[in-house]
């Protein structure tokens, strides 16, 4: 059994630390509840920076390395701020063979972003994803959690139009 | 909970649906939810209410229908299919219940689509709500665990498992009741279960379907399992990527709590049982066994070399039994029916049934289950309805990433796992694209040697770089630029991944050059020697930084 250590106080009053101590306690405070705690922070804050991950790290009584090697190592956790929306492009196979990379070539060339890049006035991330199992909808495109079906290049420049002169 | 309690149960429940006269049931599954499904349901709850009708027409929303590219579906108790439903034409639908089915919006179900299946993971798919451990309970739900833990010894159970033939639904096929077997008979002080639902397959969407649907079917599975082998614990690690799915799961293991189906002495039994959610983060190497173990323990999900095997020292050094969904889901009708029962179905060597998701260029896409050694000719002409807009069928792809490409030469060949490895392909989860002629074949392998490279954990070398290299020269393939020694090199990479990786990514990720190599060797030829693609999909000038 290790000694006892004090856990770490929250690296400031965000109520929403309070949502990963939460996590942290129910995972015994143990190593084992590093990806557990990581989601619980990305969900809480939309993202892991530096001293989630020194607290995270601490709490869990791990080194920081670990922590953030298994947040680069994971596609899920993203170490930066996403911008005001999100526009995620299915990759899977389906979307591929009925023309997902033509929606990704528009979308680059309109936004001038690549995936994974937000654009600089922080108004669209623009991410791709594996497969989102929505293959019976393929291409499928997700707007800010909306999952979009059958979409075409048109309608992808339109619905980024919406955001991006809002 | 005893086993009368459990009738109790059921019967409350068949009496209280017993009092409506009329049903509607609307998918809201994640397939018909991104098509707006919520509403439909929605503005028939609202119409039922205006109407006053609540008491003998019920509401119900239920899993998948299979048909995800019509929905949303919704399906009446006067038998009728409706496809394309939209949330206004929710009163002509009521209307329907007493009268003529709305003709408009009509799904024929009387088509190969529906008639070739032969549901059995998918039974209660569509019909039950799955967010009702009540509605579970009244089809039969958990009577095969009550079975188990009442009138049968772990030891039974095993055999009940062995006797059906299945093998592990997750790709390799390994027998389920001989993993079974070899975790119940291993020694450690505390054993685990561990449900593999971190579906990663472009392409593949059986899981997410089965865990959103009929959740309790995949508990109820993993708690057989854990009587079976002596486990007390277990995790299910599902993707992140699948919010519904983990949303169910965490309603449905709360309420299996709350009847006490999970916890502590099961049915007044010496057996205690406790699930809990680990969610996966974006990374296709943690379906393999060795790197989802590291990653439910909190690690960098990296694969480590077997043996020894996760049966002997798996999560925490402890004997672990890792099973797929649909394994899972597979066993309360084997113990409900018997090991014999499963096995009259399907082929000699491939027993029962195998979902597929059915994608790409094909006329229905969606969810279908069909017996073992269906012809991939049934699967693509007639329940997939073949190719459309009167293209040309070039190749059906199986098994993802590490799957290959089989040719139309391959199509009259049965699907299970034996004639699906000789064609030069996997059965994998059960991922099926269709591919037309529109569809390059290099450029499909490079698409699956894009994700591999990507996916690389980087732990061993072959792996790493070689998927690095292989990636390489497809790209110079596609951009007209290849040599005859660049193809050479192409084969000689796809030898050395294969032999020299430390998990399946590597070893398979060769399959789909392998397979496209063999079966489709003309297009390459086309590629470098004459410097054209004859499906017009690859450009001597590379356009942005796609794949």
Not at chain 2, 102 to 118: A, E, G, H, M, N
Not at chain 2, 216 to 245: N, S
Request: glycine share 10%.
């Amino acid at each position: 059994m290790h000694s006892y250590v004090a856990k770490p106080t929250p690296p400031n009053q965000d109520k929403r630390w309070k949502l990963v101590d939460a996590t942290i306690r129910r995972q015994g405070q143990q190593a084992r509840g590093l990806i557990e705690t990581l989601h619980t922070v990305q969900e809480a804050f939309g993202y892991l920076d530096e001293q989630a991950l020194r607290y995270v790290a601490m709490s869990l009584r791990v080194p920081l390395s670990r922590a953030y090697g298994v947040a680069t190592f994971y596609h899920f956790f993203t170490l930066k701020p996403a911008g005001e929306h999100t526009c995620v492009i299915c990759m899977g196979t389906a979307c591929y063979i009925k023309g997902a990379p033509q929606l990704l070539d528009a979308v680059q060339r309109d936004l001038g972003i690549r995936p994974g890049e937000t654009t600089s006035d922080k108004k669209v991330s623009l991410l791709t994803a594996r497969c989102l199992g929505s293959c019976g909808l393929a291409p499928a495109v997700v707007y800010d959690q909306e999952v979009a079906g059958k979409v075409g290049t048109a309608a992808i420049r339109e619905h980024l139009k919406k955001w991006t002169h809002a | 909970m005893t086993p009368e309690e459990l009738d109790q149960i059921a019967e409350t429940e068949r009496a209280a649906q017993g009092q409506f006269t009329q049903r509607v049931n609307v998918c809201v599954a994640a397939g018909c939810l991104s098509c707006q499904s919520q509403s439909v349901k929605d503005s028939l709850d609202q119409e039922v209410t205006r109407r006053g009708t609540k008491d003998h027409c019920q509401v119900k929303g239920v899993g998948c229908m299979g048909l995800c590219s019509e929905g949303p579906l919704v399906s009446t108790s006067a038998g009728i299919l409706y496809k394309k439903v939209e949330a206004a034409d929710g009163p002509a639908i009521l209307d329907s219940l007493e009268s003529q089915p709305v003709s408009r919006l009509i799904c024929p179900t009387d088509v190969p689509f529906f008639q070739r299946q032969k549901k059995i993971v998918l039974e209660n798919s569509g019909n039950i709500d799955p967010d009702r451990i009540e509605d579970y309970i009244s089809v039969n739900g958990y009577t095969a665990l009550i079975k188990a833990l009442t009138e049968m010894s772990p030891r039974e159970v095993i055999d009940e498992v062995t006797k059906s033939g299945l093998r592990g639904r997750g790709g390799a096929g390994y027998p389920t009741g001989l993993k079974w077997s070899t975790v119940s008979k291993s020694v450690g002080t505390q054993k685990y279960v561990i449900c593999n639902a971190d579906e990663g397959d472009p392409g593949a969407f059986m899981d997410r379907s089965v865990l959103e649907s009929d959740p309790h079917r995949v508990l109820e599975g993993m708690l057989i399992a854990g009587y079976a082998v002596g486990a007390t614990e277990a995790y299910i690690y599902v993707r992140a990527e699948y919010p519904l799915a983990i949303k169910r799961l965490r309603n449905a293991i709360r309420q299996a709590e709350r009847v006490g189906l999970l916890g502590s002495n099961i049915c007044g039994t010496r057996f205690s049982f406790r699930i809990d959610l680990r969610l996966g983060a974006g990374a296709f190497v943690c379906g393999e066994e060795t790197a989802l173990i590291a990653s439910v323990e909190g690690k960098r999900g990296t694969p480590r070399p077997r043996p020894p095997y996760p049966a002997m020292e798996g999560l925490f050094g402890q004997p672990t039994l890792i099973n797929n969904v649909e394994t899972f889901a597979n066993i309360a009708p084997i113990i409900r029916n018997g090991g014999e029962w499963y096995a009259g179905i399907g082929t000699e060597k491939s027993k029962g049934t195998k979902v597929f998701a059915l994608a790409g260029r094909v006329e229905n896409t969606g969810l279908v289950e069909v017996p073992m050694g269906i012809s991939l000719r049934e699967m693509v002409f007639e329940i997939g309805g073949g190719i459309p807009e009167g293209r040309k069928f070039k190749a059906v792809q199986t098994g993802g990433p590490s799957g290959g490409c089989l040719p139309s030469e391959c199509l009259d060949m049965p699907v299970d796992y034996e004639s699906l490895a000789r064609a030069g392909s996997i059965m994998g989860s059960g991922g099926m694209i269709v591919m037309d002629e529109s569809s390059c074949m290099v450029d499909v392998a490079k698409f699956f040697m894009d994700f591999c490279m990507t996916e690389s954990c980087g732990k061993c070398i072959p792996c790493r770089v070689g998927t690095y290299q292989m990636h390489r020269i497809l790209t110079a393939i596609g951009n007209m630029t290849a040599t005859q020694q660049d193809l050479k090199m192409l084969e000689e990479l796809c030898d050395l991944l294969k032999h020299t990786s430390l998990c399946g990514l590597g070893q398979s990720a060769p399959n789909p050059v392998v397979s496209t190599l063999r079966s489709f060797a003309d297009e390459y030829r086309a590629h470098i020697e004459e410097h054209r693609c004859p499906a017009g999909v690859c450009n001597a000038e590379p356009v942005g930084e796609t794949a």
